[in-house]
């Protein structure tokens, strides 16, 4: 009987533990998780060239596109059981310089995505820039998507001037 009651509150207490660990994780990936990537032509003046873009993943080639400012590119990145270290690089051409960067990376965008699961990049002259601030949606549901607002945030997307910033480098 003894025996019994220590396997028994063993038990309650591992059970415990388990609970309040996963309980304080920040967020835990699940297969078939998908998060929408974005890269946005940010440049004031490109009309001259385009900013080309091409993407690659280990699951395969995301293909190429010629970005006219203000357009972008956007493909959905999903957690598959092979994939728990996926990664979407891009490399960048403008005129003479060119830049690769990770669009997207699990272990790193996982947490940095938000609840919305969406990560948009804003290339610019001076660098690139990450965010996951979808405020279009929030204006629309609160009745205030004038022009305006929206022309002031590169069409409903507030980008955050934080350190996952690269530059592009001239060859």
């Given at each position: 009987m003894r ?48 900013l ?7 699951q395969?080639?995301?293909g ?22 996926a990664?979407?690089?891009?490399t ?38 990450f ?8 204006f ?32």
């Open positions: 025996t019994m009651k220590k396997i028994l509150l063993s038990l309650i207490i591992i059970s415990s533990i388990i609970t309040l660990t996963s309980m304080l994780q920040p967020h835990t990936l699940s297969l078939g998780e998908e998060f929408d990537v974005r890269v946005i032509n940010s440049f004031r003046d490109n009309s001259s060239l385009p080309v873009i091409w993407c690659t993943s280990p395969g080639d995301l190429g596109r010629a970005l006219q400012e203000g357009d972008d590119f956007r493909w959905t990145a999903r957690i598959e059981l092979w994939a728990w270290r990664e979407y690089t891009c960048m051409k403008w005129e003479l310089k060119r830049k690769r960067f990770e669009a997207f990376k699990v272990s790193r965008d996982s947490n940095r995505c938000g609840i919305t699961k969406k990560c948009s990049w804003s290339v610019r002259e001076d660098g690139f820039y965010s996951s601030d979808e405020i279009a949606n929030l629309a549901l609160l009745g205030h998507a004038q022009r305006r607002h929206l022309s002031k945030y590169n069409k409903g997307i507030k980008f955050s001037w934080i350190t996952f910033f690269v530059k592009f480098r001239t060859p």
